[in-house]
């Protein structure tokens, strides 16, 4: 099934590999779904069904003008898991990921999901205002927005350094690698890239979180510095009532492609 038709008529490319336990894979801004490469082959060489989708508005999904909200995010990932006739899912949302399945849940129910994992998820709130005051300042997310509209690829390619946490004296991925990550950001609506900014950086989840009723993995970096761990991994641990939270010390944000062994296996763990 190459892709999944959105309930306003949009396509979702869609990936669906293997048998078994089915694993749904939700990514990050501003990726694809290939940005799971490490990820998926593990899981398929460990028996399981695989499926990974690029969110509207990325990769070679539909290019919408609108719908870059999560209710309709959340909608969408309820296209693909009917369209691909899930059952005893766990859903992984990695980032930007981890906010689909919050709303999904509370907006579509878990009939469908067996365990959930959050890995450097956005859940529960990004924001700095006053009943959040660890949060992201609201300018940030602005000059992000402004930097992709002067600049798109200027702005990815500083972001990835920032991503996997490369610096003068470290490099924890290799120079093709964050090629590659470059290529998968690029093929994103430009329209899209800024508007989920606000998406990611200014929805509150914690309304949210309630609805996650099932087992819980939540996995986070020390060292993020893009969805810093104090207000997104250690937050969400406290409002989600079966949530175990793992904390990997010294890692960016980008951990599935910096630490991928370390989180093939506690995925893998967690799931069989």
Same mark, same amino acid.
């Given at each position: ?41 593990? /899981? ?41 006739? !899930?059952?005893?899912?766990?859903? !992984? ?13 509370? &907006?579509?129910?878990?009939? &469908? ?13 990004? /924001? ?7 949060? !992201? ?30 610096? /003068? ?16 950001? !690029? ?46 991994? &250690?937050?969400a641990a406290k409002g989600i009532a079966q949530a175990q939270l793992i904390e990997y010390e010294g890692e960016p944000h980008g951990l599935f492609a910096t630490a991928p062994e370390r989180l ?9």
């Open positions: 099934m190459p892709s999944v038709e959105t309930k306003d008529g949009l396509s979702l490319h869609v990936k669906d590999m293997g048998a078994g336990k089915p694993v749904v894979l939700i990514h990050g801004w501003p990726l694809t779904g290939d940005m799971f490469e490490y990820q998926t082959v593990a /899981l398929l060489e460990a028996g399981f069904r695989v499926i990974t989708y690029d969110r509207r508005g990325f990769g070679q999904s539909s290019h919408p003008a609108t719908g870059y909200d999560y209710d309709t995010f959340a909608d969408d990932l309820a296209a693909v898991l009917d369209g691909c006739d !899930v059952q005893g899912a766990t859903l !992984v949302g990695f980032s930007m990921g981890g906010g689909e399945i919050a709303r999904y849940l509370s &907006r579509h129910g878990a009939a &469908r999901i067996a365990r959930v994992a959050l890995v450097s998820a956005v859940v529960p709130y990004m /924001l700095k205002d006053d009943s959040n005051p660890n949060g !992201v300042d609201a300018g940030t997310f602005e000059e992000m927005k402004a930097e992709i509209r002067k600049d798109r690829f200027a702005f990815l390619g500083d972001f990835a350094k920032k991503f996997y946490g490369v610096g /003068l004296v470290s490099s924890p991925v290799s120079a093709d690698l964050m090629h590659w990550s470059f290529m998968l950001a !690029v093929m994103a609506s430009p329209l899209a890239t800024m508007r989920c900014v606000d998406a990611f950086g200014k929805t509150d989840f914690r309304p949210d979180l309630a609805a996650f009723t099932m087992p819980t993995l939540i996995i986070h970096g020390t060292a993020d510095n893009t969805v810093p761990i104090d207000v997104a991994g &250690r937050a093939n296996r506690d995925l893998i763990g967690f799931i069989a």
